[in-house]
């Protein structure tokens, strides 16, 4: 089993940044993905970015990948998401996630088995 928590989500206005986190607890993480989603009101849980702790390569969403960079701190065995020129749009509840590095990086949340509690980013105009 892996625990995951998020935290660092907040109220900021459209150009600014947020820097999210995801403390990982429950197992050695080498043999793992570990991945962020999002789901704004009303729509379908959303692909962000994931990355393989072991090596370090990230996948992103082609929509998010020049203003959102996700990485890992073996040390504090967790995980982040640095939300650069936030816009309205990116407002949602942010999930971080885990599977096995079985299949490599994926965008599909119905791989990932383990989810945090989400942490919730407010954007305003």
């Known amino acids: 089993q892996v625990q995951l928590v998020e935290s660092g989500g907040g109220l900021v206005q459209a150009g600014g940044s947020l820097r999210l986190s995801c403390a990982a607890s429950?197992?050695?993480?080498?043999?793992?993905?570990m991945g962020w989603f999002r789901q704004a009101p009303g729509k379908e849980r959303e692909f962000v970015a994931a990355?393989?702790?072991?090596?370090?390569?990230?996948y992103y969403a082609d929509s998010m990948k020049d203003r959102f960079t996700i990485s890992r701190d073996y040390a504090k065995n967790s995980m982040y998401l640095q939300l650069n020129s936030l816009k309205p749009e990116d407002t949602a509840v942010y999930y971080c996630?885990?599977?096995?590095?079985?299949?490599?990086?994926?965008?599909?949340?119905?791989?990932?088995?383990?989810w945090g509690q989400g942490t919730q980013v407010t954007v305003s105009s």
């Open positions: 996630a885990a599977k096995t590095v079985v299949g490599g990086l994926s965008a599909s949340r119905t791989l990932y088995p383990y």
């Open positions: 429950g197992r050695t993480l080498s043999s793992y993905v």
């Open positions: 990355i393989n702790w072991s090596g370090g390569a990230t």
